[in-house]
C-alpha cells in the first residue's frame, strides 16, 4: 500500500500444487512511471489436502432424483442432562435410539431441499444470518439437553480442487467418499464442541468429476442454553461462500 492506492498481485498457478509443497516467490514491481520499484520475497506452504480417486465417485446413473442433503436427527429433554458424551460416539449413539432417555423428537430421514443453512437457534455470528432455513422441530430447543443429527448424501463435483467450509456451533465430524453411511470409513474432519460459532475449513482434490458420497455427524450438548446451528459451504474462484444447493450459479448442488 502506498498512500491510500492498494496494489493487489495475482498469481495464476496455471495448475494444482501438490499437497504439502513449499512455494517461494519474488513479486518485484515498478510505478509512478518507472520512478519507484519495489521486490518482496514471498514463502508458503500448500495445505495438505487429500485427493479423492475417481473409484469413490458413485457408478453413473446410480444418483438421481432431487437436489438435497438427508437429515436424521434426535433431541433429548432430561433436567440433569442426558450424560451422553459431546462427541461423535455419543452423536452416533444418540441416534440409534439407545439411550435412556426418550428422544423428544426422533426426525429423519428428512430431505433438506433448501441451502444448508440449519439454524437451530438466532445466532449472530454465522455468514449467512438471516436465511432462517429452519426445518420445524428445530425452531425451538429452550430446555433440550442434547441434539445429535446426521446430514448426508451425494455432492456433483467437478474434477479439481475444491475448498468446502462448515461454520457451526457444537461439534462436527465430515466422512467423504464412497457410502455416506459407512461407519467405519475414516474421518476427514473432526471438531471439538465449541459453544461460540466457530469455522472449520477442508480441502479436497477430485480427480474425476462425479457424485461422491458426504455424511455429516452434528451433536451440541447442554443445547437448550448454547448455540446450535450448521452451515455447509464451498469457496468460488473468488473465495466467496457460497452455500451447498444455493442459487448462485456455482453453488455445489447435493442429491
Do not use: C
Not at 439454524?119 to 433440550?144: A, H, K, T, V
Not at 480441502?203 to 446451528?229: K, M, P
Amino acid at each position: 500500500q502506498e498512500g491510500n492506492e492498494i496494489i493487489t498481485v495475482s498469481w495464476d498457478n496455471q495448475g494444482v500444487l501438490d499437497a504439502g509443497a513449499l512455494v517461494e516467490a519474488n513479486i518485484s514491481m515498478t510505478f509512478d512511471g518507472g520512478a519507484k520499484s519495489a521486490s518482496f520475497d514471498w514463502t508458503g506452504r500448500v495445505s495438505d489436502y487429500p485427493s479423492v480417486a475417481a473409484t469413490e465417485a458413485q457408478p453413473a446413473g446410480a444418483v438421481s432424483g432431487d437436489t438435497g442433503m438427508l437429515m436424521n436427527l434426535s433431541l433429548i429433554n432430561t433436567d440433569g442432562g442426558s450424560g451422553i458424551p459431546g462427541n461423535v460416539s455419543g452423536a452416533w449413539f444418540q441416534l440409534s435410539g439407545a439411550s435412556e432417555f426418550q428422544n423428544e423428537v426422533d426426525y429423519g430421514p428428512h430431505t433438506l431441499d433448501f441451502p444448508m443453512d440449519v439454524e437451530m437457534s438466532s445466532n449472530s455470528g454465522d455468514n449467512f444470518f438471516g436465511e432462517d432455513n429452519i426445518p420445524d422441530p428445530w425452531i425451538d430447543l429452550q430446555g433440550f439437553a442434547s441434539v445429535a443429527a446426521q446430514f448426508y448424501g451425494y455432492l456433483e463435483l467437478d474434477a479439481g480442487y475444491h475448498r468446502f467450509g462448515i461454520n457451526r456451533a457444537g461439534g462436527v465430524n465430515v466422512v467423504f467418499g464412497g457410502n455416506p453411511l459407512d461407519f467405519f470409513a475414516p474421518s476427514l474432519v473432526t471438531t471439538g464442541t465449541s459453544n461460540d460459532i466457530t469455522e472449520a475449513t477442508f480441502d479436497l482434490f477430485v480427480e474425476e468429476a462425479g457424485f461422491y458420497g458426504i455424511r455429516i455427524d452434528y451433536w451440541q450438548s447442554d443445547a437448550g442454553t448454547q448455540n446450535s446451528q450448521l452451515e455447509f459451504y464451498s469457496f468460488n474462484d473468488a473465495g466467496e461462500r457460497v452455500l451447498i444447493n444455493g442459487e448462485e450459479s456455482d453453488a455445489i448442488k447435493a442429491y
